[in-house]
Structure formats: structure tokens, C-alpha cells
């Protein structure tokens, strides 16, 4: 049966150790040289990045997060040991590892980051569909001669260099398709390699939590739950016509997922299709000024990823979220798009007043969607407004300062608040 060696990518026939540097890393698996799809997850990425920088954290347990009101980014595997998750509030996770010590995220170190994985992803295939900072699929199908090697050999290589070279470790489930592959990384976290291949694909879903389908969140699992749908063994029971008309669109992907099958493609020109930014305050407020400062200073970075990604928005979001979690969105379409700060706070801060007193609130977030190119933004100005012309003409310059002598080179008043 076809072996690689994980450390010194050796190849090899059946054994329990490389001959070659006689380490246990072994992967071995009848479809090693033949499958091509892959799923590559950073293991826990912005804890990994801190701890890569700060020595003196690597045997801590580290959480990435905000304040005690905040809630967990993510969590190094000794925190979550003892029983800390993303998304889950500040409070409960210092309640469950309350030696851990918490750090305020660095996207702009982990966003350099994730640009230099996915140029070594790059390196090995053209076809990469990134999902976030820190996982993307690959299709390595075809690659075998360019690189010498089968995929499997590549994917090894590709996570021992980014140990070595950037630091970090990343996980990797290789099968037949998407659906799989994504399965596969999450098996043998951290430092995985997890092989799912054609032949054993009903012998592993069978049995297996239908949880296991990606975005079945809280509320499908209640609707399958309610159908009596708890495994894959259940879902097979049920006719592809009898899901349909009980679960829509999804209920065809279901029954195919249930065998195993998933027919999309991986895409490098996966499309953005909205840019947001979120802050949840250390106590409930309904101060308009904190509010305001906390509005401004979400579209300035709101606007910083549109400008760096070249996009721009029609429509703006205002998100508040109260002391009860009850949730307020406001929206408003605009008649060109904008990538302009001054203009996505404007209008955000307009829909904020037309909230009222609604507050306190725990939570405020700001955010644009219906994308559009760069090329297309804040053309046709604003008649009720003649001065917007020059507030974008100033942007533009400060803009090019901050990026000359750094993002905190020029602030505005209501920044400080």
C-alpha cells in the first residue's frame, strides 16, 4: 500500500516507519497518489500567530478576543482543552480557563499572514478557493507533472514549509471532492493529515451526526431533528423528491451529501459579497457620542478593506445588538456605490438616528453589500449635499499620508471619542 513520511517525504510501501528517517508520521492509504482535492485549515491561526511572536506565551493558554463583554475569536488547543470555542462570550471562556491570557487581535499581522500561506498555496496549483484568513480548498488534479510528485506529496511539503518558513501549522484533508476534503482536515487537528477516499466513502458517513454537513447550523439541525434526520443512516431513508419538498433546495444537497457526492467545483474567483466591521462594547451604552466615535471609526476600516480589495458598496448596514441580544439591522441603498468612509459613516449614522432611543446596546456594526468594481464608486455625487465632493477630495489625501507615514498619521475629532 502506497506511504509517504510526513517529515522527510519519503515514499514508500506499508510500514510503521519511514525507512529512511525512521520517524512514526506515516500516512498510508490505497488512494494516496490518485485523489486530488484538498482542504488546508490553519490550526487555531491568530493563537498561533501570537504565540509564534511572543515566546513567552507558547505554553499558555491563549484566547483572542476583546474584554471581558467580548466574545472569543479563537482559542490556542490548551484553551480548548479546557472547554473554550469561538463565538463564545469572554466571560464564560475566563470562567472555564481563567489563567488564560487574552490578546486583542492583530488582523493586520494576521492578514499578512494568510498572504504569505496562500502564496505558497499558489506555488502548488492555480486553483485555490480561499474560505477565509486561515482555510481555502485546493484542486491539485493535473499537477502531478509539473511538480513531479502527486498532490499528496505537495500538500505534505506545502504544511512542513509553512511551519519552517512562516511559522505557523495547518491541517489537511485530501479526498474526492469539497464536501469531503473539509470533513478530512478537521479529523486529526492539529497537525492533521486526513485521507478520505472513494472506496470507503459510505463505510465512513455511515453512522456519522448529519452535523457534520457544513452550514447545518441551529436552526436546519432543529428542522432535521423534527424529521427525525440525526445521521447520515437517516438521511439515506428518505427519497430525493421527499426532501426537496420538505427542505427545498437544500434537501437535494442533502440527499447527495448523504452518499457522499458533491458536485462543485473549487473556484480561485470565489466573489466577495459584502465588507463589514463589528466592535462589542466592555459595558451596554446609549451615549450618542460613544456611539458616533464607535460608527466613525468601523466605516473608516470598513472603507480600508474596500479601497485595498478595489470594491465598493451600494447598500449600508447598521447593526446594533441590544443588552437582551435582540437584534436591529437598518439599511439604505445608495445610488451609485461608495467606498468613501465619510459617506458609509454618513449614512450609517442617518440610520442610526432614525433608530431612536433604542439602547443601551451592547454591540454595533457597520457594513456594505451589492459590491461592486472600484471603477463604479461615487461618481455622481450629492446634490443635497455640495461639500461631499471635498470631503472625498481630503479622504483621498489623507488617505495617501496615512499610507505614506502610517494609518494613525491623521485622525479625525470624532475618532477620539
Not at 490553519?42 to 515566546?55: G, H, I, L, P, T
Not at 430525493?240 to 457526492?261: C, N, P, Q, V
Not at 461608495?338 to 457597520?366: C, E, F, N, S, W
Amino acid at each position: 500500500m502506497p506511504s509517504l513520511c510526513r517529515d522527510c517525504l519519503t515514499r514508500f510501501q506499508t510500514g510503521p516507519r519511514c525507512p529512511a528517517c525512521g520517524r512514526p508520521r506515516i500516512l498510508t492509504h490505497d488512494e494516496l497518489d490518485t485523489l486530488t482535492i484538498a482542504h488546508m485549515d490553519c490550526d487555531a491561526f491568530y493563537a498561533s500567530v501570537e504565540k509564534r511572536d511572543n515566546r513567552a506565551l507558547r505554553d499558555k493558554p491563549v484566547i483572542i478576543g476583546g474584554g471581558r463583554r467580548g466574545v472569543v475569536s479563537t482559542a490556542c488547543y490548551i484553551a480548548r482543552i479546557r472547554g473554550v470555542r469561538s463565538a463564545m462570550p469572554m466571560y464564560q471562556a475566563l470562567k472555564l480557563c481563567p489563567e488564560a491570557v487574552v490578546v486583542k487581535g492583530r488582523m493586520e499581522v494576521y492578514a499578512e499572514v494568510s498572504r504569505q500561506v496562500r502564496a505558497l498555496m499558489d506555488e502548488l496549483t492555480p486553483l485555490v478557493e480561499p474560505l477565509s484568513l486561515d482555510e481555502a480548498f485546493m484542486d491539485l488534479g493535473g499537477t502531478a507533472k509539473l511538480h513531479g510528485a502527486p498532490p499528496a506529496v505537495m500538500l505534505a511539503r506545502l504544511v512542513k514549509r509553512m511551519q519552517d518558513e512562516i511559522g505557523i501549522s495547518g491541517s489537511i484533508g485530501l479526498s474526492h471532492n469539497k464536501f469531503l476534503a473539509k470533513i478530512a482536515s478537521d479529523l486529526d487537528k492539529p497537525r492533521g493529515f486526513s485521507i478520505i477516499g472513494k472506496a470507503e466513502t459510505a463505510r465512513f458517513l455511515a453512522g456519522k451526526p448529519v452535523r457534520l454537513i457544513w452550514g447545518v447550523g441551529q436552526a436546519m439541525q432543529t428542522s432535521l431533528d423534527k424529521a427525525g434526520i440525526r445521521s447520515f443512516d437517516d438521511l439515506l431513508r428518505w427519497e430525493k423528491t421527499d426532501l426537496i419538498a420538505r427542505f427545498g433546495s437544500m434537501g437535494e444537497r442533502l440527499y447527495h451529501l448523504a452518499r457522499g457526492e458533491d458536485f462543485r467545483r473549487i473556484s480561485a474567483r470565489e466573489s466577495v459579497k459584502s465588507i463589514s466591521k463589528e466592535t462589542t462594547f466592555s459595558e451596554d451604552t446609549a451615549d450618542p457620542d460613544q456611539l458616533d466615535g464607535h460608527l466613525w471609526r468601523l466605516s473608516e476600516q470598513v472603507s480600508d478593506r474596500a479601497k485595498a480589495k478595489g470594491l465598493a458598496g451600494r447598500t449600508v448596514t447598521l447593526k446594533l445588538k441590544r443588552a437582551d441580544f435582540s437584534l436591529i439591522s437598518r439599511r439604505h441603498a445608495l445610488g451609485d456605490p461608495t467606498q468613501m468612509a465619510d459617506r458609509i459613516y454618513r449614512t450609517a449614522h442617518d440610520l442610526l438616528v432614525a433608530t431612536g432611543k433604542g439602547g443601551p446596546y451592547r454591540l454595533i456594526g457597520v457594513g456594505i453589500s451589492d459590491l461592486a468594481s472600484a471603477d463604479l464608486a461615487d461618481r455622481s455625487g450629492d446634490l443635497l449635499d455640495p461639500d461631499a465632493g471635498k470631503r472625498a477630495a481630503a479622504e483621498r489625501a489623507a488617505d495617501a499620508i496615512r499610507k505614506k507615514f502610517g494609518k494613525d498619521a491623521i485622525l479625525k475629532g470624532r475618532a477620539l471619542r
